[in-house]
């Protein structure tokens, strides 16, 4: 994890570089250099000055935005980051340590912290642990019209057969009727696959649901799975 990086901090054969922060700061010395502007042998870190001027600033997206974005593309660095953005505004330090207790009180705060221990904001821990109750039961909350603040949780779901990590799914037969309706977040693990999001019935309720699949040995057979299984939702 890095404050700075740049595509994920992945390198352009997909493998990660051991130092985000350092091979953004390459990249940009050497853009630097293509653009005539001389820069140093070698580029490291260090403290600016206290009467360091400004050069250049790039503003971040509302927060609302990022969270959409993490959803919808499932980007783990990014669901870290936003975590470690809670511990701050808990008034926690932003880390490993400081991320479990502030998702702890906000969750506890909103009343769906049963069933939930989480260890990160990646969510790649292997020590985290969620019930299917749980996580239906956070939707829930976060479509009610009591909790404007967490709507982005549900308008950053992928779209089936349309957006982010759903938009190549819903196309097989079984299938094929959720896509448009159903909106939901995949998950993936060694072993692991799951699904959840909200879908409407015909007669216009609102549903939440959370299928977790585990032991997996053939990933694309729980995934049509998975689908179906929200489908019949979307057409219940």
Do not use: C, W
């Amino acid at each position: 994890m890095a404050a700075l990086m740049m595509d994920e901090g992945r390198a352009a054969n997909g493998a990660r570089f051991p130092d985000p922060a350092q091979a953004t700061a390459d990249a940009f010395a050497t853009l630097l250099r293509k653009n005539g502007i001389k820069v140093g042998k070698g580029v490291g870190s260090a403290k600016a000055a206290p009467t360091a001027q400004e050069l250049a600033r790039v503003e971040s997206g509302p927060i609302y935005a990022l969270v959409e974005r993490m959803l919808t593309h499932s980007d783990n660095d990014l669901a870290e980051a936003l975590a470690r953005q809670s511990a701050i505004k808990e008034g926690l330090p932003h880390t490993f340590q400081g991320v479990p207790t502030a998702v702890g009180r906000v969750l506890t705060r909103l009343g769906v912290s049963d069933g939930v221990e989480v260890h990160d904001g990646s969510g790649l821990s292997i020590k985290n642990r969620i019930a299917p109750t749980a996580l239906a039961h956070i939707l829930a909350v976060a479509a009610s019209p009591a909790h404007p603040e967490l709507h982005s949780l549900i308008s950053g779901l992928p779209i089936a057969h349309f957006t982010g990590t759903l938009h190549n799914r819903y196309e097989k037969s079984d299938s094929k009727a959720g896509a448009g309706l159903v909106r939901a977040k995949t998950g993936t693990l060694n072993g692991v696959n799951t699904l959840a999001g909200i879908a409407y019935t015909s007669e216009g309720r609102l549903l939440t649901f959370a299928f977790m699949a585990d032991q997996v040995a053939n990933p694309p057979e729980a995934i049509t799975a998975l689908d179906k299984m929200a489908t019949i939702v979307s057409q219940s």
